[in-house]
């Protein structure tokens, strides 16, 4: 069935310092790629979106990269800052009219940044 | 962004009573809305698809006696899980699309004692 994995499961970094979060997909048909931010108890917030016919994607300090010959999708933030700690998921979907927002997610990466 | 809205934000229960959970799509329709469940620090997984008008799709493992799914306005999914047990304590979140955004409701933190 249709899965994603996503590496690494927990990522220290040094405030100042880069993140890189990797998933990778099992359906060839997905199209749709988001990233979501979740703070504890809250809900997940979209960060940033891919989608197939588009290689990268940038939005300030945070950069997504999708390889669909290989299906993996990475997100990248620069210059990471305290309040970017968090939990971050990556999502898989087909975008299409009958399967539009059924997301299947990966385990999640919990980031923290350290000062 | 569109909002959705979950109530309540957390229950606590008995063994053997239900909770209902409902999900709202405030500002635009929805034919269709997702309900997932979360353990601690781990990821969002996809229970059932809730349509409007018609059975909800059900994922594999999921038992469709225990999580009831309502959807029976284009605004409007409730979540029943009935007959609680302690296991069945957890974080419960909907979503809703519009167009291919999810948008997701705040929350709906179980407890059965």
């Known amino acids: 069935g249709e899965n994603v994995e996503q590496h690494p499961s927990t990522l220290s970094v040094q405030e100042g310092d880069s993140a890189v979060i990797k998933c990778t997909y099992s359906?060839?048909?997905?199209?749709?790629f988001p990233w979501y931010k979740q703070e504890l108890g809250k809900r997940p917030q979209l960060i940033i979106d891919?989608?197939?016919?588009?290689g990268e994607k940038k939005d300030q300090r945070i950069a997504v990269t999708l390889n669909k010959t290989a299906k993996h999708f990475s997100l990248h933030i620069t210059e990471t800052q305290p309040e970017d700690s968090a939990v971050y998921f990556c999502?898989?979907?087909?975008?299409?009219?009958?399967?539009?927002?059924?997301?299947?997610f990966g385990q999640g990466t919990e980031l923290s940044v350290k000062p | 962004g569109a909002v959705v809205s979950q109530h309540p934000s957390r229950v606590i229960c008995k063994s053997g009573t239900s909770v209902k959970i409902e999900c709202r799509s405030l500002?635009?329709?929805?034919?269709?809305m997702f309900w997932y469940r979360q353990f601690p620090k781990k990821s969002l997984m996809l229970m059932a698809t809730?349509?409007?008008?018609?059975?909800?799709?059900?994922e594999q493992g999921v038992e469709k006696d225990k999580f009831l799914i309502n959807h029976a306005s284009l605004t409007l999914s409730t979540l029943t899980v009935t007959s609680a047990h302690p296991e069945d304590s957890s974080f419960y979140i909907c979503?809703?699309?519009?167009?291919?955004?999810?948008?997701f409701g705040q929350g709906t933190r179980l407890t059965v004692v």
């Open positions: 500002d635009f329709q929805a034919t269709t």
């Open positions: 891919i989608r197939s016919n588009v």
């Open positions: 979503s809703a699309s519009r167009q291919t955004e999810a948008f």
């Open positions: 359906d060839s048909a997905s199209n749709y």
């Open positions: 999502a898989a979907s087909r975008a299409g009219h009958n399967q539009g927002g059924k997301l299947i």
């Open positions: 809730s349509n409007e008008g018609s059975k909800a799709t059900y």
